[in-house]
């Protein structure tokens, strides 16, 4: 999926609105649907909220979630 704003079924993109970071799933209803990197439920934004994510931005949310991975197996023992 494509769009004149190129957002593409499976790629990045930011949510201006609070930073979070999402692959783009489809588009419903006017919105675009983002899912969390780590999996998730998905979230809808209005196609003005949305925005490039840049590779840092892919990257950081990324290191976040394999340190919160590894900090509940640490937890677990």
């Known amino acids: 999926m494509g769009d004149e704003e190129g957002r593409v079924l499976g790629s990045y993109a930011l949510d201006v609105r609070d930073g979070r970071v999402g692959e783009v799933m489809g588009q419903v209803g006017g ?11 998905e979230w809808d934004v209005p196609p003005e909220h949305v925005g490039e994510a840049a590779p840092a931005d892919v990257l950081r949310e990324r290191v976040r979630l394999l ?11």
């Open 67 to 77: 340190n919160r991975d590894a900090r509940r197996r640490v937890e677990l023992g």
């Open 31 to 41: 919105r675009v649907q983002l899912r969390p990197l780590g999996g998730g439920r």
